[in-house]
T-cell receptor, first 112, second 115 residues
Framework: GQQLNQSPQSMFIQEGEDVSMNCTSSSIFNTWLWYKQEPGEGPVLLIALYKAGELTSNGRLTAQFGITRKDSFLNISASIPSDVGIYFCAGQGGGSNYKLTFGKGTLLTVNP | DADVTQTPRNRITKTGKRIMLECSQTKGHDRMYWYRQDPGLGLRLIYYSFDVKDINKGEISDGYSVSRQAQAKFSLSLESAIPNQTALYFC??????????????FGPGTRLTVL
């Protein structure tokens, strides 16, 4: 089956620093999604990418759909304490292959 | 009000008991999903349903069953709970058909502990 490698597994940063995390796949995806999960809550969608090469921003978050369709990255600029959480990438095959394949997550800790 | 709700939010049960987790949504989506989350393993798909007459197994369906009672309701059952089913369980929904609209939206989760 499809495999997603998400890195890093965890990050400890100071408030104000920029953050970058990425996912790579052994196969092609038609959609990349980035979710954030806070303790005791379900994943919340941050950014959705639907086209190879697409670069999309949502406030301080920027994500890109890799041109090979096998990778994506998420950047967070000027981190703040409320950015703490687990960030998941997810890839979707498209067409009748609606299923999401999730990365194992990046745990982000922001020190004030 | 939340678009996707799950009940209960927390449940402790004993080995061998039958447990039902419920999910309701007000988003009007046709597709619904059940996932489990374990530390270090991310989210894994248990079952999914495209409409009330459609039920499909995911990657880890053994030991689970589901029922799609209505477009808005999708329940997950553990017929005879075992300790390795201790996990966080999430329901998700998505919209059918339109390109780019299969984005999944998650409920708040149910924390299940099987003793």
């Amino acid at each position: 089956g499809q495999q997603l490698n998400q890195s890093p597994q965890s990050m400890f940063i100071q408030e104000g620093e920029d953050v970058s995390m990425n996912c790579t796949s052994s196969s092609i995806f038609n959609t990349w999604l980035w979710y954030k999960q806070e303790p005791g809550e379900g994943p919340v969608l941050l950014i959705a990418l639907y086209k190879a090469g697409e670069l999309t921003s949502n406030g301080r978050l920027t994500a890109q759909f890799g041109i090979t369709r096998k990778d994506s990255f998420l950047n967070i600029s000027a981190s703040i304490p409320s950015d703490v959480g687990i960030y998941f990438c997810a890839g979707q095959g498209g067409g009748s292959n609606y299923k999401l394949t999730f990365g194992k997550g990046t745990l982000l800790t922001v020190n004030p | 009000d939340a678009d996707v709700t799950q009940t209960p939010r927390n449940r402790i049960t004993k080995t061998g008991k039958r447990i039902m987790l419920e999910c309701s949504q007000t988003k009007g989506h046709d597709r619904m999903y059940w996932y489990r989350q374990d530390p270090g393993l991310g989210l894994r798909l248990i079952y999914y349903s495209f409409d009330v007459k459609d039920i499909n197994k995911g990657e880890i369906s053994d030991g689970y069953s589901v029922s799609r009672q209505a477009q808005a309701k999708f329940s997950l059952s553990l017929e005879s709970a075992i300790p390795n089913q201790t996990a966080l369980y999430f329901c998700a929904t998505s919209e059918q058909g339109v390109v780019g609209s299969d984005t999944q939206y998650f409920g708040p989760g149910t924390r299940l502990t099987v003793l």
